[in-house]
């Protein structure tokens, strides 16, 4: 088995090494790594209605997709990811178990009360610090999965607060439980640096040498794929399955109700309902909303030079974009 610490904090660059490693790799894998602030959400998710828009917008905060189904996570640099691929499938199922225990091992050997529960989840005292999740090609498996070792919890719970009756579609929910981080339950304080070093010693058997880093040439190939993939709205959004959004704010206009069909992250079809005033037929706004992706910056661009309080009055472009998000 191949031991490999991505120094990397770019979550797009780390969710591409996954896919590179995963498709050319010629032995089994095992990978530690971190990302900066991010939500990464599942294969199979609506990201818009797992996220709060305007709490990442205002922090600057990315959302990327990643090639696993399961929940949406929130990353930060107190949050380890590990990554296992392996070239021998074992049967037709997933199998958590296998690439959790090594985990656990290590973290018993560490003084930590843990186990594992559920369908995937690795928890302390009945609170989750481990989801993890898998994607099969072929005869490989990548099986990946977070450690909250000392995350930023309010940054947790915000980044993925939002309110789900906003949108209606088939996509998998995350479902959210009660969380901790593993620093809490050391018997003796160590920073996260020491905990990798720590956790890759023991996965390693001793056999993780002093070469632990990606080639030039893999560097360069994840790079290519985060740009072309990783970083690309197409995938972190327009990915996600149809649904319809529908919201009711109150505005300085009187109320308006926002109803949208999406499919493929671009708006099929708006309705703009609500017991507001305006000189011009509402009918012309809804016309130009089709065809935009839901999407803030691009709305804003396409409707940047629309005079919006005469369709709604005493509604402006920054009052109208929250009122579809």
């Not at 490989?140 to 579609?169: C, I, W």
């Not at 990798?196 to 632990?212: P, T």
């Not at 893999?218 to 959004?245: C, D, H, M, Q, V």
Request: charged share 25%; hydrophobic share 40%; glycine share 8%.
């Amino acid at each position: 088995m191949r031991f490999i610490h991505n120094t990397s904090t770019d979550p797009a660059f780390n969710l591409a090494a996954e896919e590179c490693l995963l498709r050319s790799t010629a032995g089994d894998v095992f990978m530690l790594w971190r990302n900066a602030p991010a939500v990464i959400v599942g294969r199979n998710q609506n990201t818009l209605a797992e996220i709060d828009e305007e709490f990442l917008r205002k922090r600057g905060i990315p959302v990327i997709r990643r090639l696993t189904g399961g929940g949406a996570v929130f990353h930060d640099l107190g949050n380890v990811n590990f990554t296992f691929i392996s070239l021998d499938r074992r049967g037709e199922g997933l199998d958590f178990r296998r690439f959790t225990e090594p985990v656990l091992d290590a973290l018993r050997d560490m003084g930590v009360p843990c186990s594992f529960e559920g369908r995937n989840d690795l928890a302390i005292e009945g609170k989750k610090f481990s989801g993890n999740a898998q994607h099969v090609s072929k005869d490989r498996v990548l099986h990946h999965g977070t450690l909250l070792f000392a995350a930023e919890m309010a940054n947790l719970s915000g980044a993925l607060r939002v309110n789900p009756a906003k949108y209606q579609d088939k996509a998998v929910q995350s479902i959210r439980k009660r969380v901790t981080n593993i620093s809490s339950h050391l018997p003796q304080p160590m920073p996260v640096e020491a905990f990798m070093v720590r956790l890759m010693a023991h996965v390693s058997g001793g056999a993780a040498g002093d070469d632990l880093a990606l080639t030039e040439a893999e560097r360069r190939e994840i790079a290519r794929l985060a740009e072309e993939k990783y970083r690309t709205w197409e995938w972190n959004f327009g990915f996600s399955p149809r649904y319809t959004f529908s919201r009711s704010t109150r505005t300085p206009g009187g109320v308006l109700d926002a109803r949208l069909d999406v499919a493929e992250g671009v708006i099929l079809a708006a309705r703009l309902y609500g017991d507001y005033f305006g000189v011009r037929d509402v009918a012309g706004l809804e016309a130009l909303l089709v065809g935009c992706r839901h999407q803030r910056e691009q709305l804003a661009e396409r409707l940047g030079d629309v005079p919006l309080g005469e369709y709604i009055q005493g509604v402006n472009l920054p009052v109208f974009l929250d009122c579809l998000f």
